[in-house]
Every structure is written in structure tokens, then in C-alpha cells.
């Protein structure tokens, strides 16, 4: 099990470019996969994007592929989600999740441990 801390989040006009951090706490943060995901009010969680254990291989949803680049740094206990050309629909509350997974997977979906949270707001 892993804590999850997101940050970065803000208000942005369209265009512009922000970059999540999803700070964990634990040892073995090297073992999980991470995964981005969205949720406005009334909408189901959005799959956003998902990093390998050793952050060599990304998935990403077609909505932000191109524009949001997933990474994973495992020295420093931290994954990113860096998010550029940002439009009006990105708006919503960002969160971060982790499993354990093996090497190279990139699960979607069965995440276990979740972060509280941040919001995006991009004004058109």
C-alpha cells in the first residue's frame, strides 16, 4: 500500500500548460503502476493516462494523447502528468491512483490506493 498526494492544480486559461505531481509515500513505489484519471461533477472517473512500474511504457486515453505526457520518477517517489494545450473540457479533479503491478504493465483499470485529489480548471 501506498499514500498518495497530488498538487499542482490551478486555473489556467486555454492553452496553457500545467504539471501534476503525485508525491508517494513507501518503499516500494518502484513496484506500482501509476495511473491519472479525471471526474467532473455528474460524470463517471475518466481514464486519463497510466505509467509502468518502471516508467518506460504509457498508455493514454484519446482525448489528451499528444497533449499529456505521463511519467514516473522512482527515486524520488513521484509521478507526474505534465499537460499542455490544455482546453476547456480538461477541467475537472485530477487524481492519482497506484497498483502493483508487474514489470512493463500498464493496467487501466483495478487500481487500489488513491490520492485526494486536484482541481484543473482551464477558462476558454
Known amino acids: 500500500q501506498v499514500q498518495l498526494v497530488e498538487s499542482g492544480g490551478g486555473l489556467v486559461q486555454a492553452g496553457a500548460s500545467l504539471r501534476l505531481s503525485c508525491a508517494a509515500s513507501?518503499?516500494?513505489?518502484?513496484?506500482?503502476?501509476v495511473g491519472w484519471f479525471r471526474q467532473t461533477p455528474g460524470k463517471e472517473r475518466e481514464f486519463v493516462a497510466t505509467v509502468s512500474r518502471g516508467g518506460t511504457s504509457t498508455v493514454y486515453a484519446d482525448s489528451v494523447k499528444g497533449r499529456f505526457t505521463i511519467s514516473k520518477d522512482n527515486a524520488k517517489n513521484t509521478a507526474y502528468l505534465q499537460m499542455n494545450s490544455l482546453k476547456a473540457e480538461d477541467t475537472a479533479v485530477y487524481y492519482c491512483a497506484a497498483v502493483y503491478a508487474n514489470p512493463g504493465a500498464t493496467p487501466r483499470r483495478d487500481f487500489g490506493d488513491w490520492g485526494q485529489g486536484t482541481q484543473v480548471t482551464v477558462s476558454s
Open positions: 513507501g518503499r516500494t513505489f518502484s513496484t506500482y503502476a
